[in-house]
């Protein structure tokens, strides 16, 4: 369980400091329209990492008990096949917001 633990948490930590970056040089930019922009491209993209990142740390996380394995396998469709699904919904509206 520590393994997987540092498995997921680590990957975590990465991209929770790359996004702090990110809003470092964002609130850089002087012009409030570029800002804006760049929000919108990196919160449209912030859902995804989130879905992504908590459902792997519950698949991870869930003892392999067999109480649990329903639990287990609707988190398994929902990383492998909801969140392919929604991805281009969340994009397009992004897109739609910088046009």
Same mark, same amino acid.
């Given at each position: #369980? %520590? +393994? /997987?633990? +540092?498995?997921?948490?680590?990957?975590?930590?990465?991209?929770?400091? /790359?996004y *702090?970056?990110? #809003?470092?040089a964002?609130?850089? %930019?002087? /012009?409030?329209m570029?800002?804006?922009?760049?929000?919108?491209?990196?919160?449209s993209? !912030? $859902?995804?990492? %989130? *879905?992504?990142?908590?459902t792997l740390? #519950?698949?991870?996380m !869930? $003892? @392999?008990?067999?109480p649990? @394995?329903?639990?287990?396998k609707?988190?398994s469709?929902?990383? /492998? *096949?909801? @969140? $392919? +699904?929604?991805s $281009?919904?969340?994009?397009?509206?992004?897109?739609r917001g910088?046009?």
């Amino acid at each position: #369980i %520590i +393994l /997987s633990f +540092l498995d997921v948490v680590f990957p975590f930590l990465f991209t929770l400091a /790359s996004y *702090v970056c990110i #809003i470092a040089a964002i609130l850089r %930019i002087p /012009s409030s329209m570029g800002r804006h922009k760049a929000f919108s491209t990196c919160s449209s993209h !912030l $859902p995804m990492v %989130i *879905v992504f990142c908590e459902t792997l740390i #519950i698949l991870y996380m !869930l $003892p @392999r008990t067999a109480p649990l @394995r329903q639990l287990n396998k609707m988190f398994s469709f929902s990383y /492998s *096949v909801l @969140r $392919p +699904l929604t991805s $281009p919904l969340i994009y397009s509206l992004r897109n739609r917001g910088i046009k």
